[in-house]
């Protein structure tokens, strides 16, 4: 396992996260993520297979970390995301960000809200107002005192994995410090 111990999360999980799984979990694995991001797409399955592998084992927290220079529509698209989350379905519009990346415009926004049955006129409200902003900007300077630099980056337990994202990789990580933690 690639672990830097200099690393760490500065913002401790909370009951503003968003998350799933457990939390008397004995792994927590933090994602800072870019919606638009090609490698954060690529690990989104691979995440996925990691909550089905491990089950309750695994706690999954996602945190917006818009590259905006990079990524011209990750912003609003986090800001989409969460306000899918002020009518109860973050993760619904997680995945569908994350299943078309290619289409991260305002009009497909707008369609996957009504594809998730948001109320629609609530949902551009938030957009337009950038409602959201506040909240993506709190995640990713929480990002930035923790050393991301980058997405995806993910924490295990608190410590930041510095290993690939592929499945292997992240689970043999995850199985090290489960093993770790159990001794």
Sequence with gaps: MTRNTMEQLTVPV???????????????????????????????????????????????????????????????????AEAADSQGKFWAMHDMLFENQDALDEESLLRYAAALGLNEAEFISELESHTHAPRVRRDFMGGVRSGVNGTPTFFINGIRHDGGFDLDTLLNAIEDEIAESSN
């Design 14 to 80: 909370n009951e503003s996260d968003h998350t799933q799984g457990a939390h008397t979990a004995a792994i927590t694995l933090v994602e800072y993520g870019d919606y638009e991001c090609p490698s954060c797409g690529q690990a989104y399955p691979v995440v996925k297979e990691l909550q089905q592998r491990l089950g309750h084992q695994l706690r999954f927290v996602f945190r917006n970390f818009p590259l905006t220079s990079a990524h011209p529509r990750a912003e609003p698209a986090a800001e989409a």
